[in-house]
């Protein structure tokens, strides 16, 4: 069992910066990838960014890239995936969660995985 839990969301104006943190606990040594997804009301769930463990590859939607950066600390008692946003839009509202999963690819293309945290809200007012 993996788990996953998200924080550092918020109210953030139009072109400033948040950083979300995923602490993820359990059995993390069996090579999840951990991804960053978001769901915006009336939308469906999108991919947003990923890492996988092994080799610390990091994948990003295009709606993201050069703003977005995923990047994770991994030490023995815990690890911890973040998400540092820049630039932020009001189309970038969402509830933000984080998951694991051993296919990164699967996880990326099917928006689903193994585990999932409860997700945290990211308002960008304009």
């Known amino acids: 069992q993996v788990q996953l839990a998200e924080s550092g969301g918020g109210l953030v104006q139009a072109g400033g910066s948040l950083r979300l943190s995923c602490v993820v606990s359990?059995?993390?040594?069996?090579?999840?990838?951990v991804g960053w997804f978001r769901q915006a009301p009336g939308k469906k769930r999108e991919f947003v960014a990923a890492?996988?463990?092994?080799?610390?590859?990091?994948?990003?939607a295009d709606s993201v890239k050069g703003r977005f950066t995923v990047s994770g600390d991994n030490n023995k008692e815990r690890n911890t995936v973040y998400l540092e946003m820049n630039t932020l839009k009001p189309e970038d509202t969402a509830v933000y969660y984080c998951?694991?999963?051993?296919?990164?690819?699967?996880?990326?293309?099917?928006?689903?995985?193994?585990?999932w945290g409860r997700g945290t809200q990211v308002t960008v007012s304009g």
């Open positions: 998951a694991a999963d051993r296919d990164v690819v699967t996880m990326i293309t099917s928006t689903s995985a193994d585990y």
């Open positions: 359990g059995r993390t040594n069996n090579g999840n990838a």
């Open positions: 890492i996988s463990w092994s080799g610390g590859t990091t994948y990003y």
